[in-house]
């Protein structure tokens, strides 16, 4: 199972640009990349998935550059709310995947 | 669309009691997932149903933990005795079948273990 590392806490400022870089230097073949926000007292909540360049939905972009070994997960002008921890999973992304959690990056946004 | 619901969200007992934690998935979720989250940590797997039939529960300590899923829709976990160690929230997920890898979570139980 591909490990991953990312930072274990970021600071960031409403309106902002927030990047989150995570690195799978063993991420195999098979694997896509997965990205879960948890809030306090909550369960975490699917954000993004994508297997390679870039995805973009609503709520954030993910950028995986072509050797896979890192992404990014780009979150647009952030407000209060997005205070949270952000889990980088990387899984199987198929029927049969199972999700491992690491650690998780917390973000602070502060006014 | 209504989402995971649990029951209790608080539980706190004394070691070597026993504890059940509900769970109901969101209508026509296949497979259904228990996961342990200790403070300051990610949400660590526990045990996997598809329908209600156990998928892995390579993670479950299976000399105090137990759960099942009858009929394929609502599952229990019970802890059975109770350690200090077992302080932790309990998340039960669920998703639709082929789609692992988007898991919708419930806001789990804490348990409190004294």
């Known amino acids: 199972l591909a490990k991953t590392t990312q930072p274990i806490s970021m600071d960031s400022y409403e309106g902002q640009e927030v990047n989150i870089t995570c690195s799978h230097n063993?991420?195999?073949?098979?694997?896509?990349i997965t990205w879960y926000q948890q809030f306090p007292s909550q369960g975490p909540r699917f954000i993004i998935q994508g297997y390679k360049t870039k995805v973009t939905n609503e709520v954030a972009s993910l950028f995986i550059p072509a050797d896979r070994k890192s992404s990014t997960l780009s979150l647009p002008r952030v407000s209060l709310s997005d205070t949270a921890v952000y889990y980088c999973?990387?899984?199987?992304?198929?029927?049969?995947?199972?999700?491992?959690f690491g650690q998780g990056t917390i973000l602070t946004v502060h006014p | 669309e209504a989402g995971v619901a649990q029951s209790p969200r608080y539980k706190i007992i004394e070691k070597r009691q026993s504890v059940a934690f509900w769970c109901n998935p969101i209508s026509g979720h296949a497979t259904l997932y228990w996961y342990q989250q200790i403070l300051g940590q990610g949400p660590k797997l526990l045990i996997q149903?598809?329908?209600?039939?156990?998928?892995?529960d390579s993670q479950l300590p299976k000399d105090r933990f137990s759960a099942e899923r009858l009929k394929g829709v609502d599952s229990t976990l019970k802890i059975q005795p109770a350690k200090l160690e077992d302080s932790a929230v309990y998340l039960c997920a669920s998703n639709l079948a082929g789609v692992n890898y988007e898991q919708y979570f419930g806001p789990g139980t804490r348990l409190t273990v004294t």
């Open positions: 149903f598809q329908n209600n039939g156990v998928v892995d």
């Open positions: 999973l990387v899984d199987r992304g198929t029927s049969y995947g199972k999700l491992t």
């Open positions: 063993n991420i195999a073949t098979n694997d896509y």
